[in-house]
């Protein structure tokens, strides 16, 4: 079985990245200073959003 998708859009701002994502009507948002931390806090979020499920993230980003 293939891993579901979550599609998660990236926008650089003036102080760091920010991000927006819909996980079936959960929507999650995060930031961070770098884009490193931007990362380990959307898959901290997603984890929280669907816990105990396997989940591909693809990020987009939008600049």
């Keep these: 079985m293939e891993t579901p998708k979550i599609l998660i859009s990236v926008i650089k701002e003036e102080t760091g990245y920010s991000a927006r994502g819909n ?12 884009y490193d931390e931007l ?18 993230v693809e990020i987009i980003e939008s600049i």
């Design 39 to 56: 990362r380990n806090n959307i898959f901290e979020a997603v984890k929280l959003a669907i816990p105990n499920t396997q989940v591909g």
């Design 23 to 34: 996980i079936n009507g959960r929507y999650i948002f995060t930031q961070g200073e770098d």
